[in-house]
């Protein structure tokens, strides 16, 4: 019962997570004056004391002074916190650049994509076992995708970059020990200097700074969005193998779908059955939720009359 509940609360945060991670995606339409790559730096800048104080007040800083222990007593750790760190910075450096550059559909393909790669490493490197119906979800997923590839013969570098990268990345906090918000914290730490550098190439931060208030505060507001969704995502991360974990992507990229629609950008219809057949991967994972809410429901009224 303990186990199902904490997969219930893992997959409770995902979906918090994954619904600010959308919003984050449609804010950036709100910064149309910024280019891309600047937005990147600011999201990281802002971000890391943010979630610091979200650390702090929740009291999980022991884990970042545990990661930092390692880095100083284990030979080669800091050499995997710096992979880590590379590869969580290029996928939160296409999320921002990708929607004001035209590759919102890519990007959106490439989540559509990563957690059948999500679940290869899954089930290879760590064994996990999926139910029945996610099983049908990683199927539907596998049409979807299937169909996108036959459609487009070629896939595009910001869809490769993602659905094979993060799978890569997971699999890294996993086999390291670091799955928890003290290693994104660090993830964040390390990605300061390019984003700063990214900040100080545009040579346009004056001009955010000064422009407006309004402006300051949509970029302070872009920090605070990507805060909340980085911890939510790392707090359910413990409470799921890695199989499940990217499963629960397809609830962001569905988000991103309709982002990108917003945004002015259209679906063929011969894409059609891509996205339908996400849906009902979806849709699948949703009625399992559902029915896993009810049996810890169940099992808890049992041991309460017990």
Known sequence: MQTQTNTALGVTLNVIASGFFALMFAYTALLKDVEGTEIYGWRIVLTLPLLTLFIVMRGYWPQVTTILRRIINERYFWATRMLSSFLVGLQLWLFMWAPVNGYGLAVSLG??????????????????????????????????????????????????????????????????????????????????????????????????????????????????????????????????????????????????????????????PKEWPTYIAIWLAVMALVIEGIRGLKNTRTQLKISRHS
């Open 111 to 268: 989540y559509f994509m990563m957690p059948i790669t999500m679940v290869v490493v899954g089930r290879f490197a760590f064994n996990d076992k999926m139910s029945r119906l996610q099983q049908l979800a990683c199927g539907f997923a596998v049409i979807g995708v299937l169909n996108q590839l036959i459609i487009s013969q070629t896939l595009a570098w910001p869809t490769l970059a993602i659905c094979l990268c993060y799978p890569v990345y997971f699999w890294l906090r996993l086999k390291t020990d670091t799955n928890s918000i003290g290693g994104v914290w660090f993830d964040m730490l390390l990605s300061v200097p390019f984003s700063l550098y990214c900040l100080i190439h545009s040579g346009d931060v004056l001009s955010t700074l000064t422009t407006s208030y309004q402006l300051l505060w949509l970029v302070f507001g872009l920090g605070i969005i990507s805060a909340m969704a980085l911890a939510f995502q790392s707090l359910s991360a413990p409470h799921l193998n890695l199989s499940l974990f990217g499963l629960l992507i397809y609830v962001e990229p569905v988000m991103l779908l309709f982002v990108a629609l917003l945004l002015g950008e259209s679906i063929s």
